[in-house]
């Protein structure tokens, strides 16, 4: 997708808006994001064993790889409702990089420790159609700033750099082959059976897949994380960094995240989309000392809408 992404393109991992100046020269980024819906709605009729119509109290949406938990205290789940195909391994587009950034928060040590910008980075996005925080070659960035770069505005050049660094091997691909394996040991710790990377932020090789019960469930482990909650739940972020011309950075990423401004008490999480792969969103909300934590994925239109609906029929419950 390059620096230039073009509006109404549905791009694979759903980034909306990066914004770069140095002293003031602002060059704009901008890409499609998901369109906004959101109609609430519990209940629809299903047929009983005498042929007699009852109202089922479930979520009434179009999805059907989706998954509800409650989230409790934080530290337990427990199952509210899930959809006919919740189980169903597909693939899950840039939602991957809620993973990448788990991987990456073990070593909260390295959160200030600085990153060269190299231009692989930046080819990468270009050559795959990637989203971007249109990271400039040269910058130094914090592993922190890489954090918002990646999850805020999807920046699959941020997600390259922090696999780059936080894997280990000789050459680039041998450090992220070894990051995209750290994914993996962690998601078979979590429990997350139906899940399997092959990439640090969702352009498929081929196996990256993971189901909507896998997909919330990693979402509420990664909501324990206070520095991953405070950049998710963020509409717009803007921050600074040394320049490879010894001069100053600024950036400005906007949120992928619709759900952000449409529902009250949202708290973010990730979403997702792509030719292939559809759309997808792991979302989590709080009201009334409750948060609800769901995912979407491999949906076939916005998700925006059925997020909402899940967690109104979920705050009813």
């Given at each position: 997708m390059g620096a230039h992404a073009r509006p109404n393109r549905l791009h694979r991992t759903g980034a909306r808006v990066a914004t770069?100046?140095?002293?003031?020269?602002?060059?704009?980024?901008?890409?499609?994001?998901?369109?906004?819906a959101a109609t609430p709605g519990v209940t629809h009729a299903a047929e009983q064993g005498d042929g007699a119509t009852a109202t089922t109290d479930v979520?009434?949406?179009?999805a059907d790889h989706a998954y509800l938990l409650d989230a409790r205290d934080g530290s337990q789940e427990r199952e509210m409702w899930a959809g006919p195909k919740a189980?169903?391994?597909?693939s899950m587009a840039s939602t991957t990089k809620i993973m990448?950034?788990?991987?990456?928060?073990?070593?909260?040590?390295?959160?200030?420790?600085?990153?060269?910008?190299?231009?692989e980075y930046r080819d990468y996005v270009q050559q795959n159609g990637a989203?971007?925080?249109?990271?400039?070659?040269?910058?130094?960035?914090?592993?922190?700033?890489?954090?918002?770069?990646?999850?805020?505005?999807?920046?699959g050049d941020a997600a390259m750099a922090l696999?780059?660094?936080?894997?280990?091997?000789?050459?680039?691909?041998?450090?992220?082959?070894?990051?995209?394996?750290q994914m993996n040991v962690e998601a078979a710790q979590l429990g997350m059976t139906g899940t399997h990377f092959d990439s640090f932020d969702g352009i498929s090789h081929g196996d990256n897949r993971s189901t909507a019960r896998d997909l919330a469930k990693l979402g509420q482990r990664?909501?324990?994380?206070?520095?991953?909650?405070?950049?998710?739940?963020?509409?717009?972020?803007?921050?600074?960094?040394?320049?490879?011309?010894?001069?100053?950075?600024?950036?400005?990423?906007?949120?992928t995240n619709d759900l952000l401004s449409s529902y009250d008490g949202a708290l973010g999480i990730k979403t997702g989309s792509g030719e292939e792969?559809?759309?997808?969103?792991?979302?989590?909300?709080?009201?009334?000392?409750?948060?609800?934590?769901?995912?979407?994925?491999?949906?076939?239109?916005?998700?925006?809408?059925?997020?909402a609906k899940m967690l109104d029929w979920g705050f009813a419950h």
């Open positions: 770069v100046a140095l002293f003031g020269a602002v060059l704009p980024i901008t890409a499609g994001g998901i369109a906004q979520p009434d949406v179009a189980d169903e391994s597909v990448t950034a788990v991987v990456v928060l073990k070593h909260p040590e390295w959160l200030d420790r600085q990153i060269t910008v190299k231009q989203s971007t925080a249109d990271l400039q070659t040269g910058d130094r960035l914090t592993v922190r700033q890489l954090l918002h770069a990646m999850l805020i505005p999807s920046g696999a780059d660094n936080f894997g280990v091997g000789a050459t680039q691909d041998a450090r992220i082959a070894d990051f995209v394996n990664a909501m324990l994380q206070p520095v991953f909650a405070d950049v998710v739940k963020l509409k717009k972020f803007e921050t600074e960094a040394p320049a490879a011309n010894g001069r100053t950075r600024y950036y400005t990423w906007g949120t792969a559809g759309y997808s969103l792991v979302f989590a909300a709080k009201r009334d000392n409750r948060t609800l934590v769901g995912a979407i994925v491999g949906a076939d239109k916005e998700v925006f809408g059925d997020a």
